[in-house]
């Protein structure tokens, strides 16, 4: 079943590129400002982002070209200490729009893949951003243990752009 320029398909196996990658740091920049900033918590975090990274499975296809996208996950990560934690059980859903990567044909209402952003505060102190995310993945919450188990690819700041963050086959 062809939809507008991609397939739809429970994954896609083309190659995620660079304009992918910016194309989808600029949706979870969007998505964070216009939803996750608009809320009283959220508002508190707005100048605290850290980096935005591609995790799971999209990171993964990223890496290896094989794994296929089902859907992207971007995770933002922000300087905690401030009082209340940036809301960890949040997920805010949005549409890559119309591609080659075609759409997931459970997601009804999407022209392509669905983006999924999520967001967690976490111990910044006098870390750089990659150092304190890497100690984050490493700590003892559920998700980072869950999210070392593929790779993670910086989305921004631009100095992180592309870059391969964490890979399990990696000595870190």
Same mark, same amino acid.
């Given at each position: 079943m062809a939809f507008l320029n991609g397939m739809c398909s429970e994954r896609c196996f083309e190659p995620l590129t660079d304009d992918d990658l910016a194309r $989808?740091?600029?949706i979870a920049q969007d998505v964070l400002r /216009? !939803? =996750?900033f608009q809320t009283p918590v959220g508002r508190r975090y707005k100048d605290r982002l850290i980096l935005l =990274?591609?995790?799971?499975g999209g990171a993964q296809h990223?890496? /290896?070209?094989v794994a296929g996208v089902k859907d992207l996950d971007v995770w933002a990560f922000f300087r905690g200490g401030i009082e209340t934690p940036f809301p960890w059980r949040a997920r805010w859903r949005a549409d890559f729009g119309s591609s080659r990567l075609g759409r997931h044909p459970a997601d009804d209402g999407y022209l392509g893949r669905r983006v999924d952003v999520m967001g967690r505060s976490i111990r910044a102190? /006098? =870390?750089n951003g990659e150092e304190a995310v890497l100690a984050? $993945?490493?700590? !003892?919450?559920k998700s980072g243990r869950l999210l070392v188990k593929r790779p993670v690819i910086g989305l921004f700041p631009q100095a992180l752009f592309g870059k391969t963050l964490w890979s399990p086959a990696s000595p870190s």
């Open positions: $989808l740091s600029g /216009d !939803r =996750a =990274a591609l995790c799971q990223y890496v /290896d070209g102190n /006098d =870390a984050w $993945l490493h700590g !003892r919450s």
